[in-house]
């Protein structure tokens, strides 16, 4: 007998024997479309929802800001290369990143057809697009596929997200249930929801952002 | 060599009278305990939210074969390889065979105590391989030669002072006490390791059967590096982890985060599906996944305390336990302490060298009342305590209850003797504080109270 067949042996052996009493928590069935009313409560219309992003985003030192067209980010984006004198950027394929490496007119590393991690490491930031951006918790949802690999959105020091306005979603629920109708039995390697820099709060509880990925985190959206 | 027992004891002794201790571990807990509630003040129905985490986790247990069935087809139909350990011994020796096929001289973990569970740091180091652990709390305690001292925080017991001296000490490295500071010398220290490292190592909080993924909760990103950078990545987690459906982490991650750290999610939620995928630019080429039993069919047997592997390691119950912030979490000389770890350790490493954690307890149900998957922690510390009396129940109490139910089914004999003990108690103070105090373990720190100058009957008589 193979280990795997023992040790499901011994849990069909042991499930024979069923609980005792019905105490707490032993109920029936699970109502997992009742979640929605459980969480956090958003608002219904995309305001709401945008507001709700934006106040849990700035919450979680997420450099938030919404933009009306191409010319802003444009505009946004090289200000924030002269800002933080970036020399070079790691970014992948997609049609917001690819506008947004025009704009800056730098030494670009693009990951889709592979790169070697030292290259990606002395990028000044990783710019990338995304599945969703969720308003109840702040989080920007990316995949392996949809933000160029599993290293992009979190080796560089600086994170910087390029979302749509209809990438908005409303809570968890809505963006497992997005999850699965765009990736179905295609799935991706890895799927991240981000909730802000990387951080850390190990010594005396104190917060610290930057402990292992991004010091700092920046979502625009169009 | 000490027994378990006597080292927890003399242990307790120490830190409980560790005014330094206590104050660390108040305040860090204290700011835990209100950002928790804040949090969960924010859901719309907490109540309801728990109690459908306690039914979901049940039904995954409930059909537990058929879900790790279905998580095991999934995941290696995307590439992933994976493993069964019926013990600790099995997972090392697997761990070790990946890394002698890989000839790997080099390993870099993300936080998981199921490796402290099995101890696996110290079989990869005889084998000659250098590990780092990457998660900063662990970084540190692994720098001390320690191990964790709470499963989801495990340097809390250290002040910046002595992780700055410790830095000096081990990385050479002259920062400040400043957290932040201190955060950036274990970065440097640590983006070397991960860039050189042959295999990385992760646990994992769920195991989502639909969609053969592992999820792993973290803030810090070093997960998220560990599954990205190295060319191997081994995944090590506890049968129990499974979680039915994917949509069920939009219960679970909230719930872990509120009560594991107070945030509603943490930095980085991260599912794996497979190792590169075709068409992916990055990621291990390799992913192993390596389920755990070591002791967790036992406690599935045990249809008592069967609820108790609906447990997610959020640390909750240690931070609310009066217990656990007296004695501290290396107190308890095992890989999980608190009350969770006093209810499942019997089970995992034997009942009778452990059963002592069940009595490091006041019974006064915080544990129970926290708990966001509703495990009645407080009653399967008694129901240890009751199990390992009945299975080798001590000589002592057998004679002491066969006397004490002799005099109290006998009046005549219980009049006689009721007297004695004003007898008793004006001799007593010649044994007291001794070693043949009969009620040492109480008198060391107490007073007995003074026994009435009558019995009630007595007292009766002479009112009549």
């Not at chain 1, 820099?197 to 190990?202: F, L, M, Q, Y």
């Not at chain 2, 709390?137 to 002040?159: C, D, N, S, W």
């Amino acid at each position: 007998m193979t280990e795997r067949e023992k040790i499901l042996t011994r849990i069909r052996e042991a499930l024979a024997v069923p609980v005792p009493q019905s105490g707490h928590g032993q109920r029936g069935e699970p109502r997992p479309q009742a979640l929605v009313q459980w969480l956090p409560l958003v608002g219904e219309t995309s305001d709401e929802q945008l507001a709700a992003f934006r106040q849990n985003a700035a919450a979680l030192k997420i450099v938030f800001h919404a933009l009306t067209d191409g010319n802003e980010l444009k505009f946004f984006l090289t200000a924030l290369r002269e800002k933080e004198q970036w020399k070079e950027i790691g970014t992948h394929s997609g049609e917001l990143t690819d506008f947004a490496t025009q704009c800056l007119a730098l030494p670009t590393l693009k990951t889709d057809s592979g790169y070697k991690a030292f290259e990606l490491e002395r990028c000044d930031a990783g710019i990338t697009e995304c599945d969703a951006l969720v308003a109840q918790t702040g989080s920007v949802l990316v995949t392996s596929r949809s933000a160029g690999g599993r290293a992009l959105s979190v080796l560089p020091p600086h994170h910087v997200v390029l979302a749509r306005r209809g990438q908005l979603v409303r809570d968890l629920p809505a963006a497992f249930q997005l999850l699965k109708q765009k990736y179905g039995e295609n799935w991706p390697g890895m799927i991240s929801f981000i909730s802000g820099p990387s951080r850390t709060g190990d010594i005396e509880r104190t917060l610290v952002l930057g402990a292992h990925g991004p010091k700092k985190m920046t979502v625009c959206l169009l | 060599m000490k027994s378990p027992l006597q080292q927890f004891q003399q242990q307790a002794e120490i830190v409980s009278q560790d005014r330094r201790h206590r104050e660390i571990i108040q305040t860090a807990l204290e700011k835990y305990a209100v950002v928790r509630d804040q949090t969960r003040a924010a859901f719309q129905d907490y109540g309801a939210a728990r109690e459908a985490a306690a039914e979901i986790k049940t039904e995954a247990l409930a059909q537990l074969d058929r879900h790790l069935e279905q998580f095991v087809s999934r995941l290696e139909s995307r590439g992933a390889k994976v493993h069964w350990a019926g013990n600790g011994q099995q997972a090392r020796e697997i761990i070790l065979g990946i890394v002698r096929e890989k000839k790997a001289r080099s390993m870099i973990k993300s936080k998981t105590m199921t490796s402290e569970e099995i101890h696996l740091n110290e079989a990869l180091e005889h084998e000659g391989v250098e590990v780092v652990e990457s998660d900063l709390g662990e970084f540190i305690v692994q720098l001390r030669k320690e191990t964790p001292y709470h499963i989801v925080f495990p340097a809390m017991h250290l002040t910046r002072g002595e992780i700055k001296d410790l830095f000096h000490r081990e990385l050479a490295a002259n920062s400040s006490d400043h957290p932040e500071e201190l955060t950036m010398v274990a970065r440097r220290v640590l983006r070397q390791k991960y860039l050189a490292a042959d295999i990385g190592l992760t646990g994992a909080n769920f195991a989502i059967a639909e969609t053969g993924m592992i999820s792993i909760t973290e803030n810090e990103g070093n997960a998220r590096l560990t599954a990205a950078m190295p060319k191997t990545m081994i995944t090590l987690l506890g049968i129990e982890k499974i979680l039915p459906r994917l949509e069920d982490l939009a219960l679970f991650l909230p719930m872990l985060a509120t009560n594991g750290t107070g945030q509603l999610l943490t930095g980085y939620n991260t599912l794996f599906g497979g190792p590169r995928q075709p068409g992916e630019c990055d990621g291990p080429e390799e992913f192993h996944v390596l389920l755990l039993d070591n002791g967790r069919t036992e406690i599935l047997a045990d249809a008592e305390q069967r609820d108790s592997l609906r447990c997610i390691r959020c640390g909750a119950c240690l931070n609310v336990c009066p217990i656990f912030r007296n004695v501290g979490g290396h107190t308890y000389g095992t890989a999980y302490s608190g009350p969770v770890g006093s209810v499942i350790t019997p089970h995992l490493r034997g009942l009778q060298s452990w059963k002592h954690l069940s009595y490091a307890s006041s019974l006064c149900g915080a544990c129970s009342e926290i708990c966001p998957v509703k495990i009645d922690l407080a009653h399967h510390l008694l129901q240890n305590r009751r199990n390992a009396a009945a299975q080798k129940p001590s000589l002592a109490w057998k004679i002491a209850f066969k006397i004490f139910t002799c005099v109290f089914n006998h009046p005549a004999l219980y009049r006689r003797l009721a007297p004695l003990g004003r007898v008793g108690q004006k001799l007593y103070p010649l044994v007291k504080g001794t070693r043949c105090d009969p009620a040492y373990a109480w008198t060391k720190t107490r007073e007995a109270p003074a026994i009435a100058p009558q019995t009630f009957r007595e007292f009766w008589r002479t009112r009549k």
